[in-house]
């Protein structure tokens, strides 16, 4: 995991790597979690399970390259397109992610960044969904966070966004502190926009 200081990512300027290429994953260190055989496919899994999720949110079943009519863009000017809100599961969890219009969902967990071609978008609904800045010396999240999961440990796992290197990237906000894939490392962030919601 490599912490970032908030206030250094505006000045940072981009390489232009697209970490979301299949092509480069072995190199990248982004490990592909569609494996036949994987336990974790959301095919074989309830990810809307009531004591996991926020069941007042949807949630649109897809896969790389398929993007649902009505679904939540999160950001839609980075190089490589479009970028939206995405979950998936993983070892029995399930995990704020980021797709591409063109590619696969990727998030990151215990310091490794994976990527899966099957996914669940968020769709716009009856809530109505705002981001909101949140600095470093703020210790509170907002109460009316997009909560997408929670963790083994009951903590809540929450949807953010960064923008760094000239890109946005959407996040997981676990214990007050921005998580996001990055080139095949999991880069921390204090300061972040966190996904809000209003019914």
């Known amino acids: 995991m490599v912490p970032i200081d908030s206030n250094d990512s505006d000045n940072s300027s981009g390489s232009g790597d697209d970490f ?23 095919d074989n899994q309830d990810l809307t399970t009531p ?26 000017k980075n190089p490589d397109g479009e970028i939206y809100v995405a979950r998936v599961w993983h070892q029995g969890q399930v995990l704020p992610a980021m797709a591409l219009s063109s590619g696969n969902a990727v998030t990151c967990h215990d310091g490794r960044v994976l990527q899966f071609t099957k996914y669940e978008a968020l769709m716009l609904g009856a809530s109505s969904f705002r981001w909101q800045m949140i600095d470093q010396d703020e210790e509170q999240l907002p109460n009316n966070a997009l909560a997408v999961s929670r963790s083994k440990e009951g903590e809540p796992y929450f949807v953010a966004r960064v923008f760094f290197q000239e890109r946005c990237y959407v996040g997981k906000v676990f214990q007050r502190v921005c998580y996001i894939p990055f080139h095949g490392e999991e880069i921390l962030f204090s300061e972040f926009e966190i996904l809000t919601t209003s019914f």
Do not use: M
């Open 20 to 42: 979301f290429s299949e092509s480069s994953s072995e190199d990248s260190g982004v490990q592909d979690q569609d494996d036949p055989d994987n336990q974790d496919d959301p």
């Open 51 to 76: 004591a996991r999720l926020d069941l007042t949110v949807r949630w649109q079943s897809t896969r790389s390259g398929r993007v649902p009519n009505g679904t939540f863009i999160a950001f839609w």
